[in-house]
């Protein structure tokens, strides 16, 4: 089954997606996202003038070779542009597959392992009482798993609170916003604010927190401490990964569940957390981390230690890669939760999709392949604009982690 085409679709329906079509010689296609948020371009080049080339000719079947191909191949070994490139190969390849046997991915992965997929999605709100009103609203909606982000008194921004009406939403157009820190500040006021939520929600929701990477390993055991009367489902990214060890201090001071991995994109980023049981839940996900036959690897690898799975799903992880997620998080055995933020109508107009959410679960649907198409001459409405990531400093000026 020949590739006799391959081309590369950046898209801006409200935020930028890069997306990957190959087409063999039998007229199917397949779909990968390849959006990496803030750097979609370097993606969109490392596909189309190093990878397509490649990819014509080659056999779609042989989608553990042509992944072996493309990473032993490049001889510069992982980065999230190489492995974003790569994964949607991957997650082409394998839609490809399914399409050609007329059968739904999971089934490819060995069939579901549950029924639905439990999902959570993020409430946020400026201050403890308007971030209550955001956990009722999402309650409301079906969620039995919600992520709450508030704003933190003394700070005039912070990670993960919308602005305005709508889903929160980090990338600017044109240049990076500049967000000001203080642990101090927020060490002091979230747990007033998981206090207030518990009291609120009583013992059953699943709460979860995303510190987004700004503790140092002994304040994020401070703060797990801090946090443990009111049980999250887990703290995420509570101290930057580059060191794994460093997670050896916080496990010392708290029993509050740890999920970290959205921005690794290789097994190799986790081997040491997963290895000394230093984190509860891998974030890693299909298109940052190789793809479907990557993602696999690491899933099993965790399943060895007893951690599970929790996909990052944010809203720059394009449909086509929440699609292919929803397939992996059906099959795959040690499954925790997935992530997620419902894209704007645009997006969904240029993405049409099989899978679907209903009370607080999702199931990737039985399309053959992994549900998710894209229509080219709407997605030809909406071009590619730059936008960035916010950037974060302290009080004092110093460059910190966003
Ligand atoms: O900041 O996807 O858990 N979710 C997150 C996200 C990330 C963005 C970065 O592109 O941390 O909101
Ligand atoms: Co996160």
């Not at 190093?50 to 042989?62: K, M």
């Not at 070779?65 to 492995?83: C, I, S």
């Not at 997929?117 to 409430?123: D, I």
Request: aromatic content about 10%.
């Amino acid at each position: 089954m020949k590739i006799v085409d391959a081309k590369v679709i950046i898209c801006c329906p409200g935020r930028n997606f890069v997306t990957l079509k190959i087409t063999t010689e039998d007229g199917l296609y397949g779909l990968g996202d390849a959006t990496l948020n803030g750097r979609e371009l370097a993606v969109a080049s490392y596909l189309s003038d190093h990878v397509v080339p490649l990819l014509i000719g080659r056999d779609a079947r042989r989608i553990e070779d042509n992944w072996q191909y493309f990473y032993k191949g490049a001889y510069w070994r992982r980065g999230p542009v190489t492995m974003a490139s790569i994964a949607a190969v991957d997650a082409a390849l394998w839609d490809i597959k399914a399409k050609s046997l007329n059968t739904p991915l999971y089934q490819l992965l060995g069939g579901a392992s549950r029924d639905a997929v439990l999902v959570y999605g993020h409430a946020s709100g400026h201050d403890v009482e308007d971030t209550v009103k955001a956990v009722a609203q999402f309650q409301k909606s079906g969620y039995k798993a919600i992520r709450a982000q508030s704003g933190i008194p003394g700070l005039a921004s912070t990670y993960g609170v919308h602005s305005g009406s709508g889903h929160y939403e980090p990338a600017e157009k044109d240049a990076p916003p500049e967000n000001v820190w203080s642990s101090e500040a927020y060490m002091t006021f979230i747990p007033t604010l998981f206090a207030r939520l518990r009291k609120e929600f009583g013992e059953e929701l699943h709460l979860l927190h995303d510190v987004h990477h700004r503790l140092t390993p002994i304040e994020a055991g401070r703060v797990g401490k801090s946090l443990e009367p009111y049980h999250l489902f887990w703290m995420e990214d509570p101290t930057p990964a580059e060191l794994q060890e460093s997670f050896q201090l916080i496990r010392q001071h708290t029993t509050t569940p740890i999920a970290v991995g959205e921005v690794f994109n290789s097994i190799f980023d986790c081997q040491q957390l997963i290895q000394e049981q230093l984190i509860d839940y891998i974030r890693a996900t299909v298109v940052h981390a190789g793809g479907i036959s990557h993602l696999r690897r690491i899933a099993n690898f965790a399943e060895l230690y007893q951690v599970r799975t929790g996909c990052h799903g944010a809203t720059d992880l394009s449909p086509v890669c929440m699609g292919a997620a929803l397939h992996f998080d059906l099959s795959v055995h040690n499954f925790g939760i997935q992530e997620y933020m419902p894209h704007t109508s645009e997006t969904d107009k240029v993405f049409p999709h099989a899978y679907s959410f209903r009370d607080g679960v999702m199931h990737p649907g039985d399309e053959p392949g992994h549900g998710v198409d894209i229509d080219e001459a709407l997605a030809a409405k909406y071009p590619y604009q730059r936008a960035y990531l916010p950037v974060n400093r302290k009080s004092d000026g110093t460059m910190h982690n966003w």
